[in-house]
């Protein structure tokens, strides 16, 4: 898979709607996401948050018996931070990476302080043997080659003191991302313990 460079996740990635695309990757328009239709898929409307995001950290959290209240969770490829802001709002203290400066930029003023543009790959080098509760991804581990997820996947392991929870787009149809199927993910190195979501279903995630 050719792989994006850090540079070209940029205006054009996260906001192509008017921008020349330079490969078949991106959003149209990330920031609508967030103020999307309110799905069923996470909440009952009856309990919704008011935005897609929040009510996906939310029925997540729910699903996964409120383990993450309290603890320290440690979202990568957090984007503009609409999940981080959906987890701080429940009392879980999360904190966010991203590769794009303009994504980071992009960001709640609110949550700024939470969020640190650099890239997982590198830095998760720095941080000390599970010094995170739990991390946590949606859509960034098809970003990402085997090759450096050969050598990525050991240090997530060691990072994270409990579970990893990562959310994988297997429909994907670009050249530019890494797809497999649930059962190919689960066959990597992540440590006994690890949640894998396909599609953002939360009803029948695999447990490694």
């Known amino acids: 898979m050719p792989v994006l460079q850090p540079s070209e996740y940029d205006e054009r990635y996260f906001d192509g709607k008017n921008q020349t695309y330079t490969h078949n990757a991106g959003y149209t328009d990330y920031n609508k996401i967030q103020y999307n239709q309110i799905s069923a898929r996470y909440l009952p409307i009856e309990e919704s948050t008011g935005n897609v995001f929040g009510d996906l950290c939310k029925g997540l959290n729910i699903k996964l018996t409120n383990r993450f209240i309290g603890k320290s969770l440690l979202v990568i490829g957090c984007a503009y931070g609409f999940e981080v802001k959906g987890f701080r709002d429940l009392g879980i203290d999360a904190y966010g990476i991203d590769v794009s400066d303009f994504a980071i930029s992009q960001a709640d003023p609110s949550i700024q302080p939470f969020l640190e543009v650099t890239d997982i790959r590198t830095k998760v080098e720095e941080y000390s043997r599970n010094q995170w509760d739990y991390i946590f991804s949606r859509w960034l581990l098809e970003c990402i080659s085997d090759d450096d997820l050969t050598t990525l996947i050991p240090e997530l392991n060691r990072v994270c003191k409990n579970n990893q929870v990562h959310i994988i787009n297997t429909q994907l149809q670009s050249d530019y991302y890494n797809t ?11 440590d006994r313990g690890t949640i894998l979501i396909a599609n953002d279903n939360f009803d029948e995630y695999i447990t490694i």
Do not use: A, E, G
């Not at 497999?180 to 992540?190: A, C, H, V």
């Open 180 to 190: 497999k199927n649930l059962t190919d993910w689960q066959t990597l190195d992540f």
